[in-house]
């Protein structure tokens, strides 16, 4: 939302964008490096807000903040204008195929999309897009869920594993979780059974993790307990997990195929087999209830999977 002065009415004001990072981060520092302007400056432009409104819009507590009831309002109502904007610049197009607005859209997605799938369709996007930045944050699953629903970012692709009534599922792609290890494991030549794997060592994502939550139904369902296996470590993050398996000689992991590919096609890691498991799963575009019909977030949607779809 850009900077606009109604200069003589009732919004003699500037638009808060300001207000709308800090209220969204809860912390004025966060607000500044994401604006890229000085927290004294954003300190100012909130106080000036409150004085045109005559009521705080934040609670202080020592070092945090909080929205006061004023703040709630406010920041609600600016979220539902965001929505407003997009819809009104949509529509535009229609009457005018020269208006071009610069837009923003921010994605967030778990580790293996991040990494592996999105960034040659963004670059792809944003050649035929030009008028459109995206910001892509790259976190866990449970944590870019979090991220939608505290309206931190507009889209996500995430695993399908915890589904909630309050987000729409469009589904995207579907990939393998495969078990490897180390080619200079001594496991590097067996065949496991799923017995075995009470006796090895594992090396597993961070609670939240997609990954994880996936590969923990699939043995559920084949009656183990993650709980029961022995973990010698969790690491966040795809990279950190494979490169430490890669410079292990006893741990076994699972990781998916998209990220281990070339490592699979060097011999660095070898794929094992672990009978009569098979972990696979659902990648979905996640949405807030209501967003449905939004026409930059739909085509986005719809230029994705045709792009990866071409790319298979």
Same mark, same amino acid.
């Given at each position: 939302?850009?900077?606009?002065?109604?200069?003589?009415?009732?919004?003699?004001?500037?638009?808060?964008?300001?207000?709308?990072?800090?209220?969204?981060?809860?912390?004025?520092?966060?607000?500044?490096?994401?604006?890229?302007?000085?927290?004294?400056?954003?300190?100012?432009?909130?106080?000036?807000?409150?004085?045109?409104?005559? #009521?705080?819009?934040?609670?202080?507590?020592?070092? $945090? *903040? &909080? +929205?006061?009831?004023?703040?709630?309002? !406010?920041?609600?109502? =600016?979220?539902?204008?965001?929505?407003?904007?997009?819809?009104?610049?949509?529509?535009?197009?229609?009457?005018?195929?020269?208006?071009?607005?610069? #837009?923003?859209?921010?994605?967030?997605?778990?580790? $293996? *999309? &991040? +990494?592996?799938?999105?960034?040659?369709? !963004?670059?792809?996007? =944003?050649?035929?897009?030009?008028?459109?930045?995206?910001?892509?944050?790259?976190?866990?699953?449970?944590?870019?869920?979090?991220?939608?629903?505290?309206?931190?970012?507009?889209?996500?692709?995430?695993?399908? *594993?915890?589904?909630?009534?309050?987000?729409?599922?469009?589904?995207?792609?579907?990939?393998?979780?495969?078990?490897?290890?180390?080619?200079?494991?001594?496991?590097?030549?067996?065949?496991?059974?799923?017995?075995?794997?009470?006796?090895?060592?594992?090396?597993?994502?961070?609670?939240?993790?997609?990954?994880?939550?996936?590969?923990?139904?699939?043995?559920?369902?084949?009656?183990?307990?993650?709980?029961?296996?022995?973990?010698?470590?969790?690491?966040?993050?795809?990279?950190?997990?494979?490169?430490?398996?890669?410079?292990?000689?006893?741990?076994?992991?699972?990781?998916?195929?998209?990220?281990?590919?070339?490592?699979?096609?060097?011999?660095?890691?070898?794929?094992?087999?672990?009978?009569?498991?098979?972990?696979?799963?659902?990648?979905?575009?996640?949405?807030?209830?209501?967003?449905?019909?939004?026409?930059?977030?739909?085509?986005?949607?719809?230029?994705?999977?045709?792009?990866?779809?071409?790319?298979?």
């Amino acid at each position: 939302m850009q900077h606009t002065c109604y200069s003589g009415s009732l919004y003699a004001v500037t638009t808060p964008r300001d207000f709308f990072e800090v209220a969204r981060l809860l912390s004025f520092t966060k607000a500044s490096q994401t604006l890229f302007i000085t927290q004294s400056a954003i300190s100012k432009h909130v106080k000036a807000l409150e004085e045109y409104y005559k #009521v705080g819009l934040f609670e202080r507590h020592g070092n $945090t *903040i &909080s +929205l006061a009831p004023a703040g709630k309002l !406010l920041y609600q109502k =600016l979220l539902v204008a965001k929505e407003l904007q997009h819809e009104l610049y949509e529509e535009f197009k229609s009457f005018s195929t020269d208006f071009l607005p610069q #837009v923003r859209m921010i994605l967030g997605s778990s580790t $293996t *999309i &991040s +990494l592996y799938i999105l960034p040659p369709v !963004l670059s792809s996007y =944003l050649a035929q897009n030009p008028n459109v930045q995206i910001t892509l944050k790259n976190r866990n699953s449970e944590n870019i869920l979090k991220a939608l629903i505290d309206h931190e970012i507009d889209l996500g692709i995430i695993e399908g *594993i915890n589904k909630v009534s309050n987000v729409t599922y469009t589904p995207f792609i579907s990939d393998e979780v495969i078990p490897v290890c180390s080619s200079k494991n001594q496991l590097r030549h067996q065949k496991l059974k799923l017995q075995d794997l009470y006796n090895i060592p594992l090396a597993l994502r961070e609670y939240g993790s997609g990954t994880l939550a996936v590969l923990e139904e699939a043995l559920l369902q084949k009656g183990i307990r993650l709980n029961d296996i022995p973990v010698k470590i969790r690491l966040g993050g795809t990279e950190a997990l494979k490169n430490f398996v890669r410079a292990d000689d006893s741990c076994l992991s699972f990781l998916p195929r998209p990220a281990v590919l070339k490592e699979l096609e060097s011999g660095e890691l070898l794929e094992l087999q672990v009978a009569a498991l098979e972990v696979k799963r659902q990648f979905y575009f996640i949405q807030r209830k209501g967003t449905e019909n939004d026409q930059l977030f739909g085509n986005f949607i719809q230029f994705t999977k045709r792009q990866y779809s071409n790319k298979e």
